[in-house]
């Protein structure tokens, strides 16, 4: 591997002018047996060459039965991770390593581990938003797509540890009754959503409906005709009679909302600073086609995933989806 490379943690090898990237990627996952998985985070043009794109509930699913030898995951760190752990025997690729999750940092595997050992008798939940090593102290991963099912499919005395989203997990608490301890962790896109401008959104767009990821904060969530997590968003954006809906997630949902939805209006929510018109993840925008060609033809970084730590991970990650595939999610 070339030292530059793992300094920038991509393939950073100049592209031959003139390359058409959209056929060469296509030509080299037909040649590799390669597929591409995308969250609906990333960069439009990622998300339209994608064989697959989804929410983290779907990218999970959908890793655990691929039989391509390559998985090229266009996503965040911890994305790659999950699906290495499900595909430990198929070469797993992240277009760029540095694309990590500020809500899966805010969660320290020991740090959490501490919290866990502290708190004995707990049934530890964590949100797929975390490392391997953290999904290494969990009992069950959930996603925000089956949290809601998942924690309920506890009995209600259950005491429960939740990590590492605050904001989900106090949302999960309200609609469910339940009062599990929470890990103070967020994420940096999804926290700077601001009560304050999506009712000013709302008073120009009266008719619009506004849709809200739970990462948010509670004072956000409140002012939600929908919440839910972007599969369901996007769901219910294709099903509803709304011409125009305000969108409180990552902005790069709006691609597939409007391929979903032609004559809709979608109107991202911007940042509480004000400091541009929609709401974006700095990590899910690394991943460029410069460097998901680059990745395929290199077929690096690969992701790797310690085999005691794997081992350990692997488990709740598996109890998510047989769990969720008994609820019929
Ligand atoms: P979902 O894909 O589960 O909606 O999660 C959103 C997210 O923040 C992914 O990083
Ligand atoms: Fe992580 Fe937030 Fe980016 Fe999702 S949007 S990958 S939770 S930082």
Not at 10 to 28: H, N, Q, S, V, W
Request: with cysteine; charged share 25%; glycine share 4%.
């Amino acid at each position: 591997m070339k030292t530059q490379w793992k300094e920038k943690g991509y393939a950073c090898e100049p592209i031959p002018a003139g390359t058409d990237l959209k056929a060469e990627i296509r030509r080299m996952c037909a040649e590799k047996n390669a597929v591409i998985m995308a969250h609906y985070y990333t960069q439009a043009d990622v998300q339209a060459i994608a064989d697959f794109v989804g929410d983290s509930l779907a990218l999970a699913q959908q890793a655990a039965k691929t039989d391509a030898a390559i998985i090229v995951m266009c996503g965040v760190h911890f994305m790659g991770e999950t699906n290495k752990i499900l595909c430990p025997d198929k070469k797993v690729l992240v277009p760029d390593l540095t694309a990590t999750c500020s809500l899966a940092e805010s969660c320290p595997s020991e740090n959490f581990a501490r919290f866990v050992a502290e708190h004995p008798g707990h049934t530890v939940i964590s949100y797929v938003n975390t490392t391997a090593a953290t999904k290494a102290v969990t009992d069950v991963v959930v996603t925000s797509g089956n949290a809601r099912q998942i924690v309920e499919s506890f009995p209600k005395e259950t005491p429960m540890i939740f990590g590492p989203d605050k904001n989900l997990g106090g949302y999960i608490n309200s609609i469910t009754g339940r009062n599990m301890l929470l890990w103070d962790g967020a994420c940096h896109v999804h926290e700077r959503f601001s009560p304050e401008k999506i009712r000013q959104l709302k008073a120009q767009h009266p008719a619009a409906k506004v849709l809200v990821h739970p990462e948010c904060k509670d004072t956000v969530v409140a002012l939600a005709d929908k919440v839910g997590s972007t599969a369901a968003l996007l769901k219910f954006c294709t099903s509803d009679d709304a011409q125009e809906f305000i969108v409180a997630t990552e902005s790069g949902i709006l691609y597939e909302m409007q391929q979903s939805c032609p004559d809709k209006t979608f109107i991202p929510a911007p940042p509480d600073d004000g400091t541009c018109a929609c709401n974006e993840c700095n990590y899910m925008k690394l991943i460029t086609m410069e460097k998901l060609y680059n990745c395929l033809k290199y077929e690096w970084p690969e992701i790797e995933v310690e085999a005691s730590v794997a081992e350990r991970a692997v488990k709740p990650i598996e109890k998510m989806l047989e769990i969720s595939k008994n609820l019929g999610l």
